[in-house]
């Protein structure tokens, strides 16, 4: 890191859990970091700590050539930018606020200029953390200016490309992961609960299991970008014998099963399309079907 940018002025907008975090972390870091919340009682914290505090959003901005925006939406985004006419000339903006692709590239369009979407994949309290990543996609230049700056929020941070709605994108897949995984979990604990058998002692098991999957994802991958899907782990008709066991024993102590039923669903019209002697991911030719 350069020393210019290790002493770069910073701004955040924004100063809930996470918005606060990130001010945190620039200040820790050494940066002169002005903050600015729309209820300035969240900002007295920071102040004591060290930050300067904006009377405006038009303040706020004008104080630093980086300014990260954290809020509740895409609309409040607009809201807070909305008087200085979007993202204004000489500084970089890098939003942070949770979103779709979609909204990420609309306001781009709207705000012109120096933007950088981002997608946190961390709680506040990892935040400044090595090994937390946070992705950025849009303005290259833009970021490429304050990259070691941004590192101070998370050292595994990753540059995705120009397109502004592909930190937003991965952000969403890879809570498709977090929530199927965390699914299957909450159903396995379900399922030994109905027979007197505790989480706690399931989880060490679910912990070991959940890994070993983690070690098929390069060769799935592998196969849903070729387009071709042998099945020489399992075949396709293989795991639904499986599914069907785990709907059964759900549904024989009383418990919702509409969660493997989803999955189940999901490998029969494979199978129904010819595919039972494929493996498991060819199941990405049924997601990608309106």
């Known amino acids: 890191m350069t020393a210019d940018a290790a002493t770069r002025p910073v701004t955040v907008l924004g100063l809930g859990l996470m918005g606060s975090a990130l001010a945190r972390a620039f200040l ?3 940066h002169p970091t002005t903050v600015w919340n729309r209820s300035a009682a969240k900002a007295e914290a920071l102040a004591a700590e060290g930050a300067q505090v904006a009377g405006s959003v038009a303040g706020a901005v004008a104080a630093s050539p980086l300014v990260v925006v954290c809020v ?5 985004v607009r809201e807070l930018l909305g008087p200085i006419e979007g993202f204004e000339e000489g500084r970089t903006f890098v939003n942070l606020t949770s979103g779709t692709s979609r909204e990420a590239r609309e306001l781009a369009a709207w705000g012109g200029g120096a933007y950088v979407d981002g997608a946190i994949l961390a709680v506040p309290s990892g935040i400044g953390a090595a090994e937390t990543p946070i992705l950025y996609s849009g303005a290259a ?3 490429e200016e304050h990259a070691d700056t941004l590192r101070v929020l998370g050292g595994a941070a990753a540059f995705l ?5 592909l930190a937003s994108l991965h952000d969403v897949a890879v809570l498709s992961l977090m929530w199927g995984t965390l699914n299957g979990f909450l159903q396995g604990a379900a399922v030994l609960g109905a027979a007197g058998v505790d989480a706690a002692s399931f989880a ?3 912990a070991i299991s959940a890994n070993t999957v983690a070690g098929w994802l390069g060769g799935y991958a592998e196969q849903i970008d070729s387009g071709a899907y042998p099945g020489d782990d399992a075949a396709l008709d293989t795991h639904l014998a499986a599914m069907e066991h785990l709907i059964d024993e759900s549904e024989a102590v009383g418990l919702d099963a509409s969660f493997p039923k989803a999955i189940k669903q999901l490998a029969d019209r494979a199978v129904a399309a010819g595919r039972s002697k494929d493996s498991y991911a060819v199941l990405v030719e049924e997601l990608r079907k309106r």
């Not at 509740?72 to 409040?76: F, L, P």
């Not at 490309?161 to 709605?165: C, S, W």
Request: negative net charge; proline residues 5%.
């Open 28 to 30: 820790r870091a050494g």
């Open 141 to 143: 230049d833009a970021f």
């Open 72 to 76: 509740s939406d895409y609309h409040a």
């Open 161 to 165: 490309g120009a397109d502004h709605g």
């Open 204 to 206: 060490p098991l679910a």
